[in-house]
């Protein structure tokens, strides 16, 4: 067996990660999560080590609510197309390669939302949103009573290579989640399941963040 061959999928399981992208793709362009084409997903596939692997990622401006058979290509992990192909991945795929080289996760997602957007904003001076004792907390498998969190912030530029190792260096491998600077969030997971888990508490702990702020913003003004 080549090492090609080792690393690379079955067809099965490849047919299996589109099917769950399309589900999802479907799901959040549902709730107004990728506006103007932006967002992209990805479900990693076959064997894994940090220094080779496979995913499949959403290709670079599409409409991400209508289906059709170019919304998807598979590359490696430097982000180059694995097979023949026409199609070019999302901008950001090299933010992608990145998290799994560190974690070995197995789905990425990436979401711009107003709410992502304020509170990176708004935090951006102290490089991270501090979340204290909220319950969806455990959404992380963080179970400690009052468990207080800090969901990195990184600079975003328009370079993506330039963001790459911001991710490496503000990565917290107990918080599955990155936040880019008025850009949106990068969230992952063992699986699709698990990766959409933590992408739904985020943009909760986010909405409660902000209007947490707000409340206490006009309570200081009496
Ligand atoms: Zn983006």
Known sequence: MTLQEEYSATTEEKQRALAELRNIKADFSGRGWFPGTSGNLSIRVGAYAPTRFQFAVTSSG?????QTPEDFLFVDESGRPCEATALKPSAETLIHCEIYRLT????V??????FNNLISEWFAERGSVPVDAVELIKAFNIWDQDARIDVPIVPNYADIPSIVPEITAALDPRIPGVLLRNHGIYAWGANAFEAKRHLEAFEF???YAYRM????????RG
Request: glycine share 12%; charged share 25%.
């Open 205 to 207: 702990l986010f909405e």
């Open 62 to 66: 599409r409409d991400k609510s209508a």
């Open 213 to 220: 702020e707000l409340l206490k913003g006009s309570a200081r």
């Open 104 to 107: 070995g996760c197995g789905a």
């Open 109 to 114: 997602f990436h979401v711009h939302t107003v």
